[in-house]
């Protein structure tokens, strides 16, 4: 294979570190070789994999089905997430936090079929637009990590996205934008129930969360989902910081990363100074232990697989 | 490939429906023709996969791990399921049913890793012998079923296994025993936690039951880790009647199966009167719909790897 890897990234110091432990692992008889069944790598969605500012791709989903729903759902017009949605405050509804949305979202959606939910979600995704790109989110996913999940793909890693985003959300683009199947999808969820309508067996969803999947929750559900403890992690917040601990501290060679927006120009800066996105404990953490932190700025050459953006 | 699928089936309707099913959903431009992402095959594991009586071989497991923790573990003395399980009471375990075997075993193990927790699992496996046949429970793996997962992975299917047991216990041996990875594997859960032990990230097991992956719990998971109905299931007991019906019930051409144990010569008769894997109304169900009905006695030609046996 004569294909340069990872060709949107730039010939610094992390795409090297990418090319030396995916090298140092799949060598057989090395000294840090990892059998394909431990090749297990998970990534965050929001910020790591696509575009999370202004707002989480998925704020912007509930805003739109918010405005939507608010006459049928009065009871609903008492919450501050709401309140914040109607008034397009967007500092008020970052404040309000991930949770709040994906609780919101669950009240808005509560005993829709999956079938439901999943065409509602499909059709939002074409549809939609980024305000500041003006492209559906899916075009603002970043091309140098489709090129990094394909190239750990291609040396029998799998990957698994983990995300707080809502798990019947992300799964219904993680086939087509990253090349991740549905069931490598670990997300945020809410309770669900199974009840037959006539023969036909359905699962509806419930107003109520069931797991919040940031913090400590990520490893926590990588251990109910994956079973097995991940070499790969890569991050952007402190939301990731857990995930990035519990893989980096396995036995044998391990390769955290941490995402770092600082390209103001070609999409936004930001670290501990925002609601959508904190990253300060997990930045500190990677410096002191030496983990690799990938610039946006510098360390990618291209940002999306579309040109014109 | 001239090799003959499904060797250990007898040459009756069950297998002959199954490679009818297989035929048509892989015919590219078939009318029944299923997309590879689409093709979803889940298995019960006890008393479909390997054998379940005189116990579920987690039953088994958890009195072997009670003897050994009976004298620093008092506060467990007063359970039934304890005292059934120092009194070698198999009626009165199989009595008690597999959710409290698995809150038992919740408490055995509260606060162990997750490594330390698959090491016991692991040696357990090593080490204990089913009480009729001798041979450690793997050993007890159904052969018509692996080859049936074989073949239907052979055919881009997707094959998990969806299981009352403990799902890290039934990881430990779904790699080698079936070529069912980790990941695929949805079982009973409980709680779990991450600390950080030093610099150390861990999992450690809760004493509190998550999911007790039975009757409607089961595609309720199914959703939450697949994402997809299935369209071929198997199971052998009432505990896997919702997720029959769940995957009989999507649009197209559906594969829901029972196995029926119908052979006391071989291995066990039991339907109805059983306290393990209790077939009643899902019998009634499968014959009512036309659903494939497999007799061990008359569809298998032979049961386990081990000629011996």
């Keep these: 294979m004569t294909k340069v890897p990872l060709p949107s990234w730039a010939d610094t110091s992390p795409r090297r570190k990418i090319l030396d432990f995916v090298a140092r692992v799949t060598r057989p008889g090395g000294r840090d070789y990892v059998a394909p069944a431990d090749r297990i790598a998970v990534f965050d969605n929001d910020g790591t994999l696509w575009v999370e500012h202004p707002l989480y791709a998925q704020g912007m989903f509930a805003l739109d089905r918010a405005k939507h729903m608010a006459a049928s759902h009065p009871e609903l017009a008492?919450?501050?997430?709401?309140?914040?949605?109607?008034n397009q405050d967007m500092a008020g509804l970052a404040a309000?936090?991930?949770?709040a949305v994906i609780e919101l979202l669950l009240h808005l959606h509560a005993h829709a079929t999956e079938e439901a939910f999943a065409l509602e979600v499909a059709t939002w995704l074409v549809e939609a637009r980024h305000p500041r790109f003006d492209k559906?989110?899916?075009?603002?996913?970043?091309?140098?990590?489709?090129?990094?999940?394909?190239y750990l793909a291609a040396n029998d890693f799998r990957n698994f996205i983990?995300?707080?985003?809502?798990?019947?959300?992300v799964r219904m683009f993680s086939e087509q934008t990253y090349g991740v199947p549905r069931e490598r999808v670990i997300g945020s969820s809410g309770k669900t129930e199974f009840r037959l309508n006539g023969r036909r067996g359905e699962i509806r969803k419930l107003p109520?969360?069931?797991?919040?999947?940031e913090y400590a929750e990520k490893p926590v559900n990588i251990a109910l989902h994956i079973g097995r403890r991940p070499i790969v992690a890569f991050g952007n917040s402190d939301g990731d910081l857990a995930m990035l601990e519990y893989?980096?501290?396995?036995?044998?060679?391990?390769l955290p990363m941490l995402l770092h927006h600082d390209d103001p120009e070609r999409e936004y800066a930001y670290d501990k100074d925002t609601h959508?996105?904190?990253?300060?404990?997990?930045l500190s953490t990677a410096v002191e232990r030496g983990w690799t932190v990938v610039s946006m700025k510098d360390?990618?050459?291209?940002?999306?697989?579309?040109?014109?953006?």
């Design 136 to 150: 559906p989110y899916t075009a603002l996913a970043y091309q140098p990590m489709r090129e990094l999940l394909a």
């Design 299 to 309: 360390d990618w050459s291209r940002l999306f697989r579309d040109k014109a953006l």
């Design 96 to 99: 309000c936090g991930k949770q």
């Design 208 to 213: 109520e969360l069931q797991s919040f999947n």
């Design 276 to 282: 959508v996105g904190k990253l300060d404990v997990a």
């Design 78 to 86: 008492a919450k501050p997430v709401f309140q914040a949605f109607v």
């Design 162 to 169: 983990v995300t707080a985003g809502g798990v019947d959300v």
């Design 247 to 254: 893989t980096a501290s396995g036995p044998g060679r391990r």
